[in-house]
Antibody, heavy 119, light 107 residues
Framework: EVQLVESGGGWVQSGGSLRLSCAAS????????MTWVRQAPGKGLEWISY????????YYADSVKGRFTISRDNAKDSLFLQMDSLRDEDTALYYC????????????WGQGALVTVSS | DIQMTQSPSSVPASVGDRVTITCRAS??????LAWYQQKPGKAPKLLIF???TLQSGVPSRFSGSGSGTEYTLSIDSLQPEDFATYYC?????????FGGGTKVEIK
């Protein structure tokens, strides 16, 4: 069974930093492209970052480019999101998601990690 | 970036109704489109991908159609468990983008 367990969320002051982790199990992590998607309270879904299976190809949404860094450790089946210069509008539930082999879709979701940024 | 416009933003419906939700892309997305269902306090659930392929385990009352820039999610004979918010997502190119959501509410 695929499991995705996000951790590292919490409350942080505006301008601060947090590092999210995602522990993956139930699939061959090193074979899968991964993404982060977030959802602000009461709002819709926003894709924010992508990393290829090898880690060599990375993309970011404009809203987080230059402030967030995605990385992975295939030896430890883990995905990370380093979030710097946090803003109030980064407050959201953050999900780490593997891309399906049949396309850029998300069929497995964890419980997410809640990040609250307050000035 | 590809913009995804979903309509309506909410739809009042009754059990047994047929509900249709539309998603319009700002450019051709070549049927690289998914639909998700989200219930309060829960993570989204994939219903349909590649515009019309039903995800394993999803009831057949859900169906998707469309091409180019116009896509539709239909729910036949709405069930009590179908009252939720639905999102479309384009998977054609980065950045992946989602529609704003459609809340299916009890009439």
């Amino acid at each position: 069974e695929v499991q995705l367990v996000e951790s590292g969320g919490g409350w942080v002051q505006s301008g601060g930093s947090l590092r999210l982790s995602c522990a993956a199990s139930g699939f061959t992590f090193s074979d899968f492209e991964m993404t982060w998607v977030r959802q602000a309270p009461g709002k819709g879904l926003e894709w924010i970052s992508y990393i290829s299976s090898s880690g060599y190809t990375i993309y970011y949404a404009d809203s987080v480019k230059g402030r967030f860094t995605i990385s992975r450790d295939n030896a430890k089946d883990s995905l990370f999101l380093q979030m710097d210069s946090l803003r109030d509008e980064d407050t959201a539930l953050y999900y780490c998601l593997p891309l399906m082999t049949s396309g850029n879709y998300f069929d497995h979701w964890g419980q997410g990690a809640l990040v609250t940024v307050s000035s | 970036d590809i913009q995804m416009t979903q309509s309506p933003s909410s739809v009042p419906a009754s059990v047994g109704d047929r509900v249709t939700i539309t998603c319009r892309a700002s450019q051709d997305i070549n049927r690289y489109l998914a639909w998700y269902q989200q219930k309060p306090g829960k993570a989204p659930k994939l219903l349909i991908f590649a515009a019309s392929t039903l995800q394993s385990g999803v009831p057949s009352r859900f169906s998707g159609s469309g091409s180019g820039t116009e896509y539709t999610l239909s729910i036949d004979s709405l069930q009590p468990e179908d009252f939720a918010t639905y999102y479309c997502q384009q998977a054609d190119s980065f950045p992946f983008t989602f529609g704003g959501g459609t809340k299916v509410e009890i009439k």
